[in-house]
């Protein structure tokens, strides 16, 4: 037996040395009796007793599927690995046995994989630190925690967090992910605040159109239910589902300027099929399960806009930062905290603006412990400038403010110079006006101190003049 079961580097030690050795399949006693080759005495074999090349597939595939909790799943990756040495086609072979097992398992294992990125719930412990400290309990079916945690640890960088299952347990203190022995339920509170969170965005991403009980039955299987803190609000959901259909259906979404451009064809093609929006709610659920771009994979949530649905004036920003993708709203971090400055001094309400950015979820860089801000490309702009474009037809601002160089980009939908255009108001089609300014993280990052005092003044005066504009 291997002695850690679902340890890749170790079966493929072994493995290496046995091949090296000429050792044959059925001359291997993988299960630990005494008959057939010593397996650790495998691993003794030099590398140069001969290197065998093997398919990248079949390796890729090898590291899930050891994973596998089946005790015959060594020695049946050895038999591939053997024959895949001696032929190198093997895996075009559908139909062989060998290469069908391997398919059919590493299926199995994907979708393991896919319910542990689904139903892991944490729990917060407390915070000793100025990192706040979580912990969550998962029973997936296979060993299958080592190819998991890389997901949580970027999805859940700035925070420190341990994932115990009956296995083994991963561990994140913003540094190295390391690994420790299994443990129980019970070492993992059962709730905690961090549960209204995740039921808040489970209500807010539930789209009754799509509800099919059977499929969610088998996407969401029961046993991972006494997990899932939103588990609880399915059955009141569902009973308010027809209603909302029903809604979704009168209020059907009209497609205005669909455009050209390939990208947005297809995104528009796709939400039209599957999304209708109605109201801000409506789009903060859309937006909460976009997938169409890949910056969905690495945020905590998306941000959508907040401020009054009627407001005269929609401040439209980048993309959230750290803060406001860990709390789910606009300019609450270093940049949101200038911005009230500003606005205040410009005679401006917060409360009384439409706040909203052209790009939905935050993009970094992870570095360190912390996460980097990253600009978003222009396409990543436009594919979400859908999703801005619904806010502004809901919100109906008479005035525009465009903080930066991204947000210009997200309203206009064309490249050009916040200098070109700041200084002129400018009208939109259908009549909205647009102030372009800086974005106020500009001032954050300006080392001459006099330099920074002057822009900021001219940022106060273009918030002022928008002021007067939609007084
Ligand atoms: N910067 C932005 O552009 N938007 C935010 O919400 C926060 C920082």
């Keep these: 037996m291997l002695r850690t079961p679902g340890d890749f580097a170790e079966w493929r030690a072994v493995a290496r040395g046995l091949l090296a050795g000429g050792v044959a399949p059925e001359d291997v006693n993988w299960r630990g009796s005494e008959e057939g080759a010593s397996l650790f005495g495998a691993e003794a074999v030099p590398a140069s007793a001969g290197v065998v090349s093997l398919p990248r597939e079949l390796l890729e595939m090898a590291d899930r599927v050891i994973c596998h909790r089946d005790p015959q799943v060594p020695a049946r990756l050895y038999r591939l690995v053997w024959r895949a040495a001696r032929e190198r086609q093997l895996l075009a072979r559908t139909t062989d046995a060998d290469v069908d097992w391997l398919r059919r398992t590493d299926k199995a294992i994907r979708r393991d994989i896919h319910k542990m990125h689904a139903f892991v719930r944490f729990r917060r412990l407390g915070q000793e630190t100025e990192r706040e400290s979580f912990a969550a309990w ?6 299958i925690l080592r190819l998991t945690a890389p997901f949580f640890q970027r999805r859940f960088y700035g925070m420190d967090w341990a994932i115990v299952t009956p296995d083994a347990r991963a561990i994140w203190q913003g540094e190295v992910l390391s690994y420790g022995a299994g443990g129980t339920r019970g070492e993992v509170p059962d709730s905690d605040v961090v549960e209204d969170q995740w039921r808040t965005y489970y209500g807010a991403i539930f789209n009754p159109a799509r509800v099919k009980i059977d499929a969610m039955r088998a996407e969401m299987p029961k046993k991972y239910w006494h997990n899932l803190p939103e588990a609880q609000d399915i059955a009141s959901l569902l009973a308010g589902a027809g209603a909302r259909v029903e809604r979704m259906r009168e209020t059907a979404v009209s497609l205005a ?8 064809t297809r995104v528009i ?46 401040l439209v920003g980048e993309q959230p930062g750290d803060r406001e993708d860990l709390e789910g709203r606009p300019f609450v971090g270093p940049a949101g905290q200038l911005l009230n400055e500003v606005l205040e001094e410009a005679g ?11 790009v939905k979820h935050f993009k970094f860089e992870p570095r360190g412990k912390r996460r980097l801000h990253q600009n978003p490309t222009t396409g990543e702009i436009d594919i979400c400038r859908w999703w801005l474009d619904k806010e502004r037809a809901l919100v109906q601002p008479d005035l525009i ?20 255009m700041r200084g002129t108001v400018h009208e939109l089609a259908g009549g909205t006006k647009l102030i372009a300014t800086i974005h106020p993280s500009f001032l954050l990052r300006l080392p001459d101190h006099d330099r920074a ?6 940022f106060v005066a273009d918030l002022a003049r928008a002021r007067k504009l939609a007084a």
Excluded at 138 to 143: I, L, M, T
Excluded at 348 to 358: G, I, Q
């Design 138 to 143: 998962f029973e997936p079916d296979h060993r």
């Design 257 to 264: 300027n669909p455009q050209t451009d390939k990208w947005r």
């Design 269 to 314: 093609d796709d939400l039209a099929q599957t999304d209708d929006i109605g109201t801000l709610a409506d789009l903060a659920r859309g937006v909460g399960g976009c997938t169409r771009c890949p910056l969905h994979c690495d945020a905590t949530q998306a941000v959508t806009g907040e401020g009054p649905g009627a407001a005269r004036i929609m």
């Design 348 to 358: 401006l309400d917060r409360t009384s603006v439409f706040l909203t950015n052209a």
């Design 401 to 420: 403010v465009t903080l930066g160089g991204s947000a210009l980009r997200g309203v206009t939908g064309k490249s050009a110079s916040i200098t070109s």
């Design 453 to 458: 005092a002057e822009e900021r003044t001219a």
